[in-house]
């Protein structure tokens, strides 16, 4: 009896050197799991900016001032790819400007950050009753090339104002 289990004793640590033997073994063809050092750029995740990933969207797509002088925040995702810089706009109907104030800054240059946007509009920009909005999101190379995805990067949204 004390035998048989000295020889299952064996086997069982034979089985795991075994093993661990295989688990560190080099891993064949094209996988991203490797423990090769010399292991080529295919491996890498491509960091070049894609302005099909480009992307904003507001929160809300209907909002209401609480009066004729207070603001309206406007908040939403958004995605920037890779690219450096970007500036989010906002228009009015007839593709005038409209002030927009980042909520985190202050400044009248709003950006995308961390997946995120909050702008200001103040209630001088806009016209008593409805005003129909565009936001978009241009991206900016490191040439400082300006790219707007038409498909993603350009909602509509409305803020009324009593």
Do not use: W
Not at 21 to 49: F, M, R
Not at 104 to 126: E, H, M, Q, V
Not at 130 to 143: A, E, G, R
Request: aromatic share 6%; glycine share 4%; with cysteine.
């Amino acid at each position: 009896m004390k035998s048989v289990l000295s020889n299952m004793a064996l086997l069982a640590s034979l089985a795991m050197a075994f093993s661990s033997i295989v688990g560190c073994s080099n891993v064949a063809d094209n996988s991203l799991l490797t423990d090769q050092e010399n292991d080529s750029s295919s491996h890498t995740v491509n960091k070049d900016p894609l302005s099909t990933e480009v992307f904003i969207a507001v929160d809300s797509s209907s909002l209401v001032m609480p009066t004729s002088t207070s603001s309206v925040e406007v908040t939403g995702s958004c995605y920037t790819s890779t690219y450096p810089d970007n500036n989010v706009q906002v228009f009015n109907s007839v593709g005038a400007a409209v002030a927009a104030m980042d909520l985190k800054t202050g400044s009248y240059n709003p950006k995308c950050r961390d997946g995120r946007f909050a702008i200001i509009i103040s209630p001088g920009s806009l016209a008593t009753g409805t005003n129909d909005l565009k936001i978009q999101l241009p991206v900016l190379d490191s040439s400082n090339k300006t790219t707007l995805n038409q498909a993603n990067a350009v909602r509509y949204f409305s803020v009324t104002k009593p």
